[in-house]
């Protein structure tokens, strides 16, 4: 099991839909990052920033993220969230939200 963790901004404007959209995410979203070996996917909120902590459980990382981008409902859910947020500048090329590596951990 890999844990994950990344960053990104939320626009102060856009907070409310952002919460909004996320209290109710779509049973085919969740589905579709359960099948490509997602668990314990968990979004943080605090003062602009918001933190996402997940669990990869498969093999091969990458092809599982494709498999999750090329989904067509997953576009959809995106162009909602997408306008919500605000990338870091200093982010790796081709990331949206900015991968954090672990410092710590503790079972």
């Known amino acids: 099991m890999e844990r994950h963790g990344a960053v990104i901004r939320l626009r102060p404007e856009k907070t409310e839909e952002y919460l909004t959209l996320h209290a109710s995410v779509w049973p085919d979203i ?12 968990t979004i943080f909120y605090r003062d602009g920033w918001l933190f996402n902590y997940y669990e990869y459980i498969g093999d091969d990382h990458a092809a599982d993220m494709e498999r999750i981008a090329a989904d067509p409902l997953t576009q959809k859910w995106w162009e909602l969230c997408m306008p919500c947020q605000e990338p870091v500048a200093d982010r790796a090329p081709g990331e949206w939200w900015a991968s954090m590596p672990e410092a710590y951990h503790q079972d």
């Open 30 to 41: 969740q589905q579709k990052m359960f099948e490509c070996n997602i668990r314990n996917y």
